[in-house]
């Protein structure tokens, strides 16, 4: 237990594009190993910590969204966290977005905590042209120079993070500033991005965070998000010009983003990355010093060093996307078109299963079944669906502490 004996929380709140996938697959994939050295993930899936940080950010749910509602998924997150006997890790790298009412709200939810906000921040010169490819899987058609132009005009204005969402996600000091009205310097945590962006090494530094071995977790099926090249991204920025306008985001999210771009685009290996302009470099290494001297004086506690924060000149020539040929193009929608075709036909006629019956023993299958009576679809359906009263609230951190108990199996 933490010195005061309270429930220590880790607060992850971002940055996007900072290793955030990374490091939540890493936690995910070793809940159990967590677990064993007193840290609980709360929720079920890493989903849950999603959706609660829509919740805690007042995201409207379009009509269209086949979701279950996400209101009041904060309240049963967070009292979940509470509720863990040593250590819990909360992790939404949108919670950097956060406003200051929102923040005020989530610190008074887990003011019962010994509450520690980590933020992970990376070096400004390769974060945005890996903010520009995001918002283009997000359905955007912004060119990549004209969106550039568009963050820097906004850079200076008093409203910017009113006005842009990428200054809303990374107004870095902004936001630890907001944060660290209701938790010491002491509690706020900057972890700097590895020069190389290594997983491994990200991990090793979220770890020390935490206060645990980073050799206990088993890391070999977790892989960093890949970026796209440059013809893959700019064939999907002009497939998106394409789209029809009634096309729902959640489809798009769903078959677009997470099908075409980050499963069938993303491994075309050998492409040519994207870079920032020449005549752009110099603002970027200002506005990242901005940064660095800014924890610096807040006396934050920095794990890593803050010069990997510092841009550095690119290695190769600059091309813009608008500049690919398109025979590039081309060959990117051709493999991506030939990938998506031989899914859908393995979806429709999937291989024939075998006869034999699958039996489980009995305690498993009991297991299961108590699994399926509490934590099945129609179960979370309906308790989501009436997550705004506060007594269902409550009984949904009753059904995670009977579900997650410790030594209780999952199936």
Same mark, same amino acid.
């Given at each position: 237990?933490?010195p005061?004996?309270?429930?220590?929380v880790?607060?992850?709140i *971002?940055?996007?594009?900072?290793?955030? $996938?990374f490091?939540q697959q890493?936690?995910?994939a070793?809940?159990?190993r967590?677990?064993?050295h007193?840290?609980?993930?709360p929720?079920?899936?890493?989903?849950d910590?999603f959706?609660?940080s829509?919740d805690l950010?007042d995201?409207k749910?379009?009509p &269209?969204d %086949?979701?279950?509602?996400?209101v009041?998924?904060?309240?049963?997150?967070?009292?979940?966290?509470? &509720?863990?006997?040593h250590?819990?890790?909360?992790?939404d790298?949108?919670l950097?977005?956060?406003t200051?009412?929102?923040?005020?709200?989530?610190?008074? $939810?887990?003011?019962?905590? @010994?509450?520690?906000?980590?933020?992970?921040?990376?070096?400004?010169?390769?974060l945005?042209?890996?903010?520009?490819?995001?918002?283009?899987?997000?359905?955007a058609?912004?060119?990549?120079?004209d969106?550039?132009d568009g963050?820097?005009?906004l850079?200076?204005?008093?409203?910017?993070?009113?006005? &842009?969402?990428?200054?809303?996600?990374?107004? $870095?000091?902004?936001?630890?500033?907001?944060?660290?009205?209701?938790v010491?310097?002491d509690?706020?945590?900057?972890?700097?991005?590895?020069?190389?962006? &290594?997983?491994?090494a990200l991990?090793?530094?979220?770890?020390s965070?935490?206060?645990?071995d %980073?050799?206990?977790?088993?890391?070999s099926?977790?892989?960093?998000?890949?970026?796209?090249? /440059?013809?893959e991204?700019?064939?999907?920025r002009?497939?998106n !010009?394409?789209? %029809?306008?009634?096309?729902?985001?959640w489809?798009?999210?769903?078959?677009?983003?997470?099908?075409?771009?980050?499963?069938v685009?993303s491994?075309?290996?050998?492409?040519?990355?994207?870079?920032l +302009?020449p @005549?752009r470099?110099?603002?970027?290494?200002? !506005?990242?010093?901005l940064?660095?001297?800014?924890?610096?004086e807040a006396?934050?506690?920095? $794990?890593?060093?803050?010069?990997?924060?510092?841009?550095?000149p690119?290695a190769?020539?600059?091309?813009? %996307?608008?500049?690919?040929?398109a025979d590039q193009?081309l060959d990117?929608?051709v493999?991506?078109?030939?990938t /998506?075709?031989?899914? !859908?036909?393995?979806?429709r006629? +999937?291989?024939?299963?075998?006869?034999q019956?699958?039996?489980?023993?009995?305690?498993?299958m009991?297991t299961?079944l108590e699994?399926k009576v509490l934590? *099945? +679809?129609?179960?979370?359906r309906?308790?989501?669906?009436?997550s705004? /009263?506060?007594?269902?609230?409550?009984?949904?951190?009753?059904?995670?502490?009977?579900?997650?108990?410790?030594g209780r199996?999952?199936?």
């Open positions: 237990m933490p005061s004996g309270r429930t220590r880790y607060l992850h *971002g940055e996007p594009k900072t290793g955030t $996938t490091l890493a936690m995910w070793n809940r159990s967590l677990a064993r007193g840290i609980v993930l929720g079920q899936v890493h989903r910590h959706r609660a829509r950010r995201i749910k379009l &269209s %086949p979701a279950d509602p996400w009041g998924d904060w309240d049963v997150l967070t009292g979940e966290a509470l &509720s863990a006997p250590a819990a890790v909360i992790s790298e949108l950097a977005a956060c200051a009412p929102q923040v005020e709200r989530g610190a008074r $939810t887990l003011a019962a905590a @010994d509450l520690h906000v980590v933020c992970t921040v990376r070096d400004f010169g390769s945005l042209p890996a903010e520009w490819q995001e918002t283009i899987k997000c359905r058609t912004m060119g990549w120079e969106w550039l963050i820097i005009g850079e200076s204005a008093p409203d910017r993070t009113a006005r &842009s969402l990428f200054w809303r996600m990374h107004d $870095t000091l902004s936001a630890l500033r907001m944060w660290s009205q209701y010491a310097p509690h706020v945590h900057v972890i700097a991005l590895p020069r190389d962006r &290594s997983g491994d991990w090793v530094r979220f770890a965070v935490l206060g645990i %980073p050799g206990e977790l088993d890391l099926g977790v892989r960093p998000n890949a970026s796209l090249g /440059l013809p991204i700019e064939f999907l002009r497939m !010009q394409s789209l %029809p306008e009634d096309l729902p985001y489809f798009y999210s769903e078959k677009i983003k997470g099908d075409l771009a980050h499963d685009l491994a075309r290996p050998g492409q040519a990355r994207l870079v +302009p @005549d470099e110099a603002w970027a290494k200002e !506005q990242a010093e940064v660095v001297a800014g924890v610096r006396g934050y506690q920095v $794990t890593g060093d803050l010069s990997e924060l510092l841009p550095e690119a190769r020539g600059y091309v813009a %996307p608008a500049d690919i040929p193009m990117a929608a493999r991506a078109a030939v /998506l075709t031989s899914r !859908q036909f393995a979806s006629y +999937p291989g024939t299963r075998s006869s019956p699958w039996r489980l023993p009995p305690r498993e009991l299961r699994w934590n *099945g +679809p129609r179960t979370r309906l308790l989501h669906q009436n705004n /009263l506060a007594a269902v609230r409550r009984l949904r951190v009753a059904i995670w502490r009977i579900l997650n108990h410790p199996a999952r199936p």
